[in-house]
């Protein structure tokens, strides 16, 4: 394993081992490259593995906080299709939706599921557009890429 400057690393209370495998059969680019028992301990893991290339350590180990909004991992999408397809994926086995793009998948982990271009449009120097596009997304639950892309263009949506 290369050891990087940074790496995420994850805490569950013991499903690490799983989710890693889960995320990894979900994303290309992905695997699982490893998982250590810790000596001395007879539930705790530590799992190594790939995410679209990124590597990740996960731990399993018995914790009373859990994950929250505050760290999440945004998956930028090229169309509709890939969206949808993430989508779906991760709220399979228990996820839920939160709004404006976010899922917490059934570990607990949160995403940010969103189209290439969602932050160029709203940063668009136009106030207009940029406006027009963060309360297009205000309103949904999972993004409309052609939606999006109607409110920047100022055209309405058939979607």
Request: hydrophobic residues 45%.
């Amino acid at each position: 394993m290369t050891i990087r400057k940074i790496t995420p690393f994850l805490w569950y209370s013991m499903e690490a081992e799983e989710a890693a495998a889960f995320y990894a059969g979900i994303f290309p680019d992905s695997r699982v490259n490893r998982v250590t028992h810790v000596p001395s301990t007879k539930a705790t893991k530590v799992v190594d593995f790939v995410l679209f290339g990124q590597p990740f350590i996960a731990m399993s180990h018995e914790r009373t906080e859990s994950f929250n909004h505050a760290i999440s991992f945004m998956v930028n999408c090229g169309d509709q299709a890939e969206l949808d397809r993430y989508w779906a994926a991760l709220l399979e086995g228990g996820g839920t939706t939160d709004g404006c793009g976010w899922i917490r998948d059934r570990y607990g982990v949160s995403w940010q599921i969103v189209p290439d271009d969602l932050i160029a449009m709203m940063a668009d120097p136009d106030p207009v557009k940029a406006t027009r596009v963060a309360e297009a997304m205000m309103s949904m639950t999972k993004f409309d890429v052609a939606a999006l892309k109607a409110a920047y263009d100022g055209k309405a949506s058939n979607s």
